[in-house]
């Protein structure tokens, strides 16, 4: 038999226990230093990675029964059934668009404009989960010299304020591909990406 499989090394920031709270996790893993950065211009990811069952979902979305909210007038999407209710347990998408409606708030002297998109990625195929296609037919992705990698179609939502905002989020987690596996009764079973235009 030869040697067995050589050493590694891993260098972590930091690391959570099962104790530590959405809030603590949100403020610990810079979060609000993301949010902070992009108020000042800059790009910015907040990336959940692991294996099924890991807890990504839960990390970034909270609690598993989140329901649309109403958006307000004017805001130009579709609206959900009325069934205005909270997460219990706020995930780090949720905290994050607090944290921004808060700073913007704080800011007096700057005027802010900000817009959201949702979509999936589902079985190599992209989708709109603010206003999810009826025909079922997937969305195109393209290429702009100006402007990079784009969704073709895909809806772009003015948020007048927080409610709007949260309204997107949780709209879009309703139109969610779900699916139950071993791991997990309600399973999502796609790749998700919440864009924030500030």
Request: aromatic residues 10%; charged residues 20%.
């Amino acid at each position: 038999a030869g040697p067995g499989p050589e050493a590694r090394t891993f260098t972590f920031e930091a690391a959570f226990d099962g104790e530590t709270t959405q809030e603590q996790f949100f403020h610990d893993a810079g979060v609000t230093k993301l949010v902070d950065s992009a108020l000042k211009g800059y790009s910015t990811t907040m990336f959940a990675f692991g294996q099924t069952g890991a807890g990504k979902t839960y990390t970034m979305t909270g609690s598993a029964g989140t329901q649309a909210a109403s958006p307000s007038p004017g805001a130009g999407v579709p609206r959900a059934p009325q069934q205005d209710r909270v997460p219990r347990v706020r995930g780090m998408v949720h905290l994050a668009a607090e944290y921004l409606y808060r700073r913007i708030a704080e800011m007096h002297d700057t005027k802010f404009t900000v817009r959201a998109t949702y979509l999936e990625v589902y079985n190599e195929q992209v989708a709109d989960l603010v206003a999810p296609s009826f025909s079922g037919s997937p969305l195109a992705v393209r290429w702009s010299t100006g402007g990079g990698f784009y969704v073709e179609d895909l809806s772009v939502v003015k948020c007048r304020g927080l409610k709007d905002l949260l309204y997107v989020i949780d709209r879009g987690l309703q139109s969610r591909s779900v699916r139950c596996h071993k791991l997990n009764s309600d399973s999502s079973r796609s790749h998700a990406m919440l864009t924030i235009y500030v």
